[in-house]
T-cell receptor, first 113, second 112 residues
Framework: SQKIEQNSEALNIQEGKTATLTCNYTNYSPAYLQWYRQDPGRGPVFLLLIRENEKEKRKERLKVTFDTTLKQSLFHITASQPADSATYLC????????????FGTGTRLLVSP | EPEVTQTPSHQVTQMGQEVILRCVPISNHLYFYWYRQILGQKVEFLVSFYNNEISEKSEIFDDQFSVERPDGSNFTLKIRSTKLEDSAMYFC??????????FGQGTRLTVV
């Protein structure tokens, strides 16, 4: 069955460092992959979308890579700030044509000053 | 900036009661969704709605659940007879096409 895995352990880093989060998937051929940020008690907020024919996408301090051979996406936040502390969700399209998203469990990022 | 709005933000209901969760998606969007998130767990797809009908639903979305878009702006999720295990955050989302999803802030449903 389709599976999306994100590191369930929290990632603790120091302010100013680069945070790298991983999303692995199996039994899947997504047309695109998205990353969302979720703060406690709030809805997911879209960050970046990368399509299957794209290797890398950037937006300000964020960078996403997508390796369809490895079935993996890496999400990087450079020059991290305490305000970046949140849970980051990887989401893949559900391959059904109606654009539903299938989410990973998310990785909690804690950036300390 | 356009946003998806959900009401109420928190709903407490007795087991067996009916609840209606309301959402106003972004006006020019075409696809509408309900997701839920049980505390500490992942966001799970419930149902998608396109062209005024359900386009896909998950195993969770059984006969106790229904959705409606009664007036072209509101999008509702009804749970006919709530169970304790229905307690969760329910998120409405909308998208224009093959783009990012805009999520509402959620309704926290507590079934007692």
């Amino acid at each position: 069955s389709q599976k999306i895995e994100q590191n369930s352990e929290a990632l603790n880093i120091q302010e100013g460092k680069t945070a790298t989060l991983t999303c692995n998937y199996t039994n899947y051929s997504p047309a695109y992959l998205q990353w969302y940020r979720q703060d406690p008690g709030r809805g997911p907020v879209f960050l970046l979308l990368i399509r299957e024919n794209e290797k890398e996408k950037r937006k300000e301090r964020l960078k996403v890579t997508f390796d369809t051979t490895l079935k993996q996406s890496l999400f990087h936040i450079t020059a991290s700030q305490p305000a970046d502390s949140a849970t980051y969700l990887c989401a893949l399209d559900g391959n059904t044509g109606f654009q539903k998203l299938v989410f990973g469990t998310g990785t909690r990022l804690l950036v300390s000053p | 900036e356009p946003e998806v709005t959900q009401t109420p933000s928190h709903q407490v209901t007795q087991m067996g009661q009916e609840v209606i969760l309301r959402c106003v998606p972004i006006s020019n969007h075409l696809y509408f969704y309900w997701y839920r998130q049980i505390l500490g767990q992942k966001v799970e797809f419930l149902v998608s709605f396109y062209n005024n009908e359900i386009s896909e639903k998950s195993e969770i979305f059984d006969d106790q659940f229904s959705v409606e878009r009664p007036d072209g702006s509101n999008f509702t999720l009804k749970i006919r007879s709530t169970k304790l295990e229905d307690s969760a955050m329910y998120f409405c989302a909308s998208i224009l096409g093959e783009t990012e999803a805009f999520f509402g802030q959620g309704t926290r449903l507590t079934v007692v």
